[in-house]
């Protein structure tokens, strides 16, 4: 598997060397509900949030902005993003409020960024979808919270609700992103009891938005 992360990391590198410098510009088009989800993460003051997949930090800024006591914490595959990231960080004027480091979904934990304390918040804002051993992810993010923990999802949904013709063109050009909409992930949420977790998806299925407790995690 470690082998099979390096090979991820080396492509992400590749598909973002160039970009990461207009990717914020274009990707607000068709990333839809990310602000949303930054604006129900009700974080505490005292709570620690990473985003895993942080690419631009784009999110990161904007979290650290609306919940300005929260720790962050930003892991990403790709040393070119992280590249940006720290750049925009450090226009952002916020170097000591968001700590970054390279490092694969699939090994999250405190000790990535050398601390010991728990996360109190895991963030995937569509991420999931371009990490090949997604189901890894999950469990790594869930070792790495505190009891109380919560994952929050933001990613494409099944696409079951658009025309069949606009689903098959979106699921052609999307794989030329290296991005799989992560079909098994939904149909599980949507198969549990009412309470497992919170699902909100957006029109035609194309997004959903998902919070899962550390204790209601899909297995």
Known sequence: MRAA?????????KVYRRQRFFYDATRKFYLFGRDRLISELELRPSERL??????TARNLIKIARRYPGAALFGLD?????LKTAARNIARAGLESRIRLAPGYAEALSPAQFGEEK???VALFSY???MIPDWKGALAAAEAALSPSGRIEIVDFGDLKGLP???EV????WLTLFHVAPRSELLSSIEAQKPG?????????RYAFLLRLQKQGLVR
């Open 5 to 13: 992360a390096r090979d991820h990391a080396g492509l992400m590198d």
């Open 50 to 55: 990473v985003e895993v997949g942080c690419g």
């Open 77 to 81: 595959a790709s040393a070119e993003m």
């Open 118 to 120: 728990p996360f109190d």
């Open 127 to 129: 991420s999931l979808s």
């Open 164 to 166: 069949r013709t606009g």
């Open 169 to 172: 063109l979106l699921r052609r």
């Open 196 to 204: 497992a977790a919170r699902l909100t998806l957006l029109p035609g």
